[in-house]
């Protein structure tokens, strides 16, 4: 499935403090921790857990969450199908961010292991 200009406006103007929740309560029935779910955003963004209520306190949106972000050198080895779509074929970079940080918290709510959701190499 192809994003559209449209769909990625969408998740651009987003902010991360409405889907953080999500996140949460997604991971948590799962019975994972907040602790995991801050760990693997840390590995992808750089962001450490009081950056990450920061950012949520401050209602940024996902275009200014990933442009303060440090993205993982590894971010790139974060592939297959969220959401409907195949990420390594999402053409807008923010976008595909996004989708990065999905599949990371999918990874985490299915059980996978933090050493193989977190691509060292």
Known sequence: ???????????????FASVYPHYVAKVE??????????KVMEWL???NEI?????????????EFFEGA??????HLITGVICGYRIEE?????TKQ???LDKLVDELSKGRKI???LRNG
Do not use: C, Q, W
Not at 90 to 94: A, F, W
């Open 98 to 100: 996004v989708r990065y």
């Open 29 to 38: 029935k799962k019975n994972r921790s907040i602790h995991e779910l801050h």
């Open 90 to 94: 999402i053409d807008n970079p923010l």
């Open 51 to 63: 950056k990450i209520k920061e950012l949520i306190d401050n209602k940024v949106t996902f275009k």
């Open 45 to 47: 963004t750089g962001f």
């Open 70 to 75: 440090e993205l993982n050198p590894n971010a």
């Open 115 to 117: 050493e193989k959701i």
């Open 1 to 15: 499935m192809k994003t559209t200009p449209e769909h990625n406006e969408r998740i651009a103007k987003l902010t």
